[in-house]
């Protein structure tokens, strides 16, 4: 039987992708919640789950590591890899890659610093409006960058804009739509598609159903 490695991403992401999953009749076989395991077997025995960090999501497909990962658009954008196709939008976990600034914050013609998790993004976003940034690499809270004075702006992303405003910000220009995509290692794409396409087109109508 044609063996398969799914690498999902924990957090927000898991949480609504496992309801689909068992849409598809696909269950971990333990807790993934509560278990310290990263690689879970499932319900189907040629299936296996792996829980990553996002960010780690597109890596393992790209090196066939998984042959299938459920990544953030955000995550997927930052990563810039090739080595995978991206053929669903699932479309959960939807929010907003956005600069944002203090609330009333002008922007003086100088260079900007722009605080972020999401330095490649960011870099070319400004690039494509002619601005010259200093780039400050976050790996969390960018919201406090302002605040502290270490930044002028951000750019993260933006659900409902509560943790802006509860410090002071508000979200400014759009950079990208953002929701969770299935990718697939390409060559995995040629050497089982079968399997892959049914798992696919299973995904396809779920995400239909909803
Ligand atoms: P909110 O206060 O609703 O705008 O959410 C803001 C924070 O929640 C962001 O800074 C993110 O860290 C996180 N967040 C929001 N939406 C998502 C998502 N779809 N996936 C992962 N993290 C998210």
Redesign the pocket.
């Known amino acids: 039987m044609t063996q398969i490695t799914i690498a999902l991403t924990k957090?927000?992401?898991l949480k609504e992708t496992l309801p689909l999953l068992k849409q598809i009749g696909l269950e971990p076989l333990d807790d993934v919640f509560t278990s310290r395991k990263l690689l879970f077997p499932t319900t189907k025995d040629n299936i296996r789950l792996l829980i990553l960090r996002g960010s780690d999501v597109p890596t393992y497909v790209q090196f066939g590591k998984a042959d299938i990962g459920i990544a953030?658009k955000d995550g997927l954008l930052e990563h810039q890899g090739d080595g995978y196709y991206e053929p669903v939008d699932l479309g959960i976990?939807?929010?907003r890659l956005m600069t944002a600034a203090p609330v009333g914050y002008q922007r003086d013609v100088g260079r900007l610093r722009v605080a972020t998790k999401y330095t490649k993004v960011a870099r070319e976003y400004y690039a494509q409006q002619g601005r010259q940034i200093d780039l400050i690499k976050l790996y969390g809270a960018m919201?406090l960058a302002p605040v502290m004075d270490l930044a002028d702006e951000i750019v993260?992303?933006?659900?409902?804009?509560?943790?802006?405003k509860a410090n002071g910000l508000e979200a400014r220009e759009m950079i990208a739509n953002?929701s969770s995509r299935v990718i697939v290692n390409k060559a995995a794409m040629k050497t089982k598609f079968p399997v892959i396409k049914q798992i696919l087109t299973a995904l396809e109508e779920a995400v239909s159903a909803k």
């Open positions: 957090g927000r992401i953030g976990a939807k929010c919201e993260d992303i933006v659900d409902t804009g509560n943790t802006l953002i």
